[in-house]
C-alpha cells in the first residue's frame, strides 16, 4: 500500500529529492512540521541544509500544497506565485518564493516553496465587541495594514505582465468577472438552486459601481492572513484567490461582519470611515462609501458560496477535514447575512 503523499515521512522523502534536483548538493530536511492553519492549502515548515561552496547553508522554508480534494480544487499555484514574486520590494510585505508548480508529479499536487517568515497571524476574537488589541496596538497595526493594501493595489501590474493570473483588464469587467466567477462556482457545488444566493446575484449585477481602476485583488485580505513580529506585519499571506479586478473589492471583505463579529471596528483595526480616508489619501483614489457597501455585499455572497463549497468537499469529495463540515452547518446563517448585507448595501 503506498503512502499518503501528505504523510509527514513521504513529504520528507519528496522534498529532499526534489531539494537534490535543484542542484543543492547533500541537501537533507529537518525539523519538518505540519501546520494546522488555513481552510485551502497544506502547509508544512522545515529547514533545509545542503552545501554550497564547500560550506553548509540553512534556509527555513515553507512548502505549501493544494490538495486534490479541497475546496478550490483543481488548484494552481502559478497565480499566488508570479504575483508573489512580482511583488518583491514593491512596498507591502510579501514571502520570497522560490520553486512552484501546478502539476503533482514532485508532490502530489501543485506547491509553492516560499521563505518562511517569522511571526503570529492574529485571529482575535471577543464575544462581547469589547477590544481585541490595546490602542496603540490597534493604531499601529491599522496603519502597516492599509499601507500594505494600497502598495498592491497601486502596483503596476501591466508592466510586471500579472494580466497572466486572471480576471478583466478594463474597469466595465470588473464586477461582471467576480459574479459570474462565483454563480459558477455555485453551480459546481450545490446540485440545488438557492434562491436567496439567485437573487443576491441579480441585485449584485444591476447595482455594480464604476471601478475606479483595474488592480491586483488579493481576495482575502483581512485579519488571520498576516503575520505580525515584534509590533509590525511581516507577511500578507493566503493569495490563493489573488486575481484582477475592482480594488474597492479588498476594501469591502475587509470591512465584512465575519472578520469583526460585535466589534465596532473593521478587522478589528479602524472605524469604516477611518479606513477609507486613509485608503483614499494613500492611493489618491476617490472611493465612496455606497461602492464598499456593495463590495461588502459581494464579499458575504462570496463567503455564503464558499460555504457550499466547504459542504461539497466533505459530503462529496470525501475531503475528512471536520472544518469544512462545520462550514456546512453554517450555511442557513451565511443566507440571512446575505440578505442583511444586501439590505444595507441598497
Not at 508529479?105 to 476574537?125: L, M, S
Request: with cysteine; aromatic share 12%.
Amino acid at each position: 500500500m503506498s503512502a499518503s503523499p501528505f504523510d509527514i515521512c513521504e513529504v520528507e522523502r519528496r522534498l529532499i529529492r526534489f531539494l537534490d534536483n535543484q542542484g543543492l548538493q547533500s541537501a537533507t530536511v529537518e525539523a519538518l512540521r505540519r501546520f494546522t492553519v488555513g481552510f485551502s492549502w497544506i502547509t508544512f515548515g522545515f529547514d533545509a541544509r545542503w552545501r554550497e561552496g564547500g560550506q553548509e547553508r540553512t534556509r527555513r522554508m515553507i512548502l505549501r500544497l493544494g490538495p486534490p480534494k479541497g475546496i478550490f480544487a483543481p488548484y494552481k499555484a502559478s497565480p499566488e506565485f508570479v504575483t508573489l514574486r512580482a511583488l518583491q520590494g514593491c512596498g507591502a510585505p510579501v514571502p520570497q518564493v522560490h520553486w512552484r508548480s501546478d502539476a503533482s508529479e514532485d508532490f502530489g499536487a501543485p506547491f509553492i516553496i516560499a521563505d518562511f517568515v517569522a511571526g503570529e497571524a492574529p485571529i482575535p476574537w471577543t464575544p462581547d465587541g469589547g477590544p481585541a488589541f490595546d490602542e496603540p496596538t490597534r493604531a499601529n497595526l491599522g496603519r502597516q495594514f492599509v499601507a500594505a493594501l494600497a502598495a498592491i493595489h497601486g502596483f503596476d501590474w501591466r508592466s510586471a505582465g500579472l494580466d497572466v493570473i486572471g480576471g478583466p483588464t478594463e474597469a466595465a469587467g470588473a464586477a461582471p468577472d467576480r459574479i459570474d466567477m462565483w454563480q459558477r462556482l455555485l453551480g459546481q457545488w450545490s446540485d440545488a438552486r438557492v434562491p436567496m444566493l439567485e437573487w443576491a446575484a441579480i441585485w449584485l449585477r444591476e447595482n455594480a459601481p464604476a471601478a475606479p481602476c483595474i488592480s491586483i485583488v488579493h481576495g482575502d485580505y483581512r485579519i488571520g492572513n498576516f503575520l505580525v513580529d515584534a509590533g509590525r506585519i511581516a507577511a500578507i499571506l493566503d493569495w490563493e484567490l489573488v486575481r484582477l479586478g475592482d480594488p474597492v473589492e479588498d476594501l469591502g471583505w475587509i470591512c465584512m461582519q465575519a472578520w469583526r463579529g460585535r466589534s465596532p471596528y473593521m478587522c478589528h483595526l479602524f472605524g469604516r470611515d477611518e479606513l477609507l480616508d486613509r485608503y483614499n489619501s494613500l492611493t489618491g483614489f476617490d472611493v465612496a462609501a455606497r461602492a464598499v457597501r456593495y463590495w461588502e455585499a459581494f464579499g458575504t455572497y462570496k463567503l455564503a458560496v464558499m460555504h457550499y463549497g466547504a459542504r461539497h468537499c466533505f459530503e462529496r469529495r470525501g475531503y475528512n477535514d471536520m472544518r469544512m463540515a462545520g462550514m456546512g452547518a453554517q450555511i442557513p446563517r451565511m443566507l440571512l447575512q446575505v440578505e442583511t448585507a444586501m439590505v444595507r448595501a441598497a
